[in-house]
């Protein structure tokens, strides 16, 4: 599935792949890449594609779920948080291909855990990131 029409679009350069760098065009993001110890790499000061797609995508999530309880007529606390796990390994049955997971614990204080939990189904079929990775990868959504 396609999207109608583009609203915004992000840009970013990266060069030298897990052991290299990244900026985004207007210069907010400008990162040192480090491959962790656990694939290969040297580990040390830098970041990795996990850490930054588990940044992005709990960030996102909260994004979806302000947009619900909004249209929903909530009002969602403002101590929301998402503790996001993006795991990295070899893919069952595919020699020598890899694939990511993702586990998110959302708290979302004061809010009666019943309702916690069908805003957060609700803002899984609207997040994009939830709308990229479904079918695709696993992803275990828990409200803590």
């Known amino acids: 599935m396609a999207i109608d029409k583009a609203v915004y679009t992000a840009h970013a350069k990266s060069t030298g792949g897990r052991t290299g760098s990244t900026k985004s065009s207007d210069g907010a993001i400008q990162l040192s890449l480090v491959t962790p110890r656990e694939l290969g790499g040297p580990g040390g000061a830098g970041t990795n594609p996990e850490q930054l797609f588990a940044a992005g995508y709990s960030a996102c999530f909260i ?43 959302i708290s979302v204080p004061g809010m009666d855990k019943a309702a916690a939990e069908a805003l957060v189904a609700a803002a899984h079929e609207v997040c994009p990131y939830s709308n990229a990775t479904r079918g695709n990868i696993d992803v275990v959504l828990t409200v803590v």
């Open 63 to 105: 994004g979806a779920m302000k947009a619900v309880a909004g249209r929903q007529k909530l009002t969602l606390p403002g101590e929301v948080s998402i503790a996001a796990d993006v795991s990295i390994g070899p893919m069952t049955g595919k020699e020598g291909a890899f694939g990511i997971a993702v586990v998110m614990a």
